[in-house]
């Protein structure tokens, strides 16, 4: 599993979340992305939508973070996803074609992510599937 690096809760923080944009208060929830780290240490227990992964609870799932006590669960997403320009989104690979792939984004458009879009080089004629 992939971690994505974030300033995790500790025990100091038992009233507040840590997030990237500083502290926020416990009555708001911020939007974790599976593979986070949402904690470090024993102090904290994973709920729903968390695993232990020895010292670290890392999110599974796409959601809000919610924090009960000293339990710590992913309240999912629901709903049809409406992209906008800039977005980060997350999706799955249904087709794969000469010049790119065919992404589902759990949306009512289509997503289509062209071989312009990848980072790495990709020679005229190799197979996508690897990408």
């Not at 709903?79 to 999706?91: D, L, S």
Request: charged share 30%; with cysteine.
């Amino acid at each position: 599993m992939i971690k994505k690096e974030k300033e995790p809760i500790t025990q100091e923080d038992s009233n507040e979340i840590t997030s990237s944009d500083g502290k926020i208060e416990n009555s708001k929830r911020d939007i974790v992305v599976p593979g986070e780290i949402i904690a470090k240490g024993e102090d904290f227990l994973p709920g729903e939508g968390t695993i232990r992964d020895g010292e670290e609870i890392v999110a599974v799932r796409y959601g809000l973070l919610d924090k009960s006590e000293r339990l710590l669960k992913i309240i999912p997403m629901k709903g049809v996803y409406i992209p906008r320009k800039g977005n980060t989104i997350i999706g799955m690979v249904t087709d794969i074609t000469l010049n790119g792939w065919f992404v589902d984004i759990n949306s009512p458009y289509n997503s289509f992510l062209t071989i312009k879009e990848c980072s790495a080089y990709v020679p005229r004629g190799r197979d996508l599937s690897d990408y």
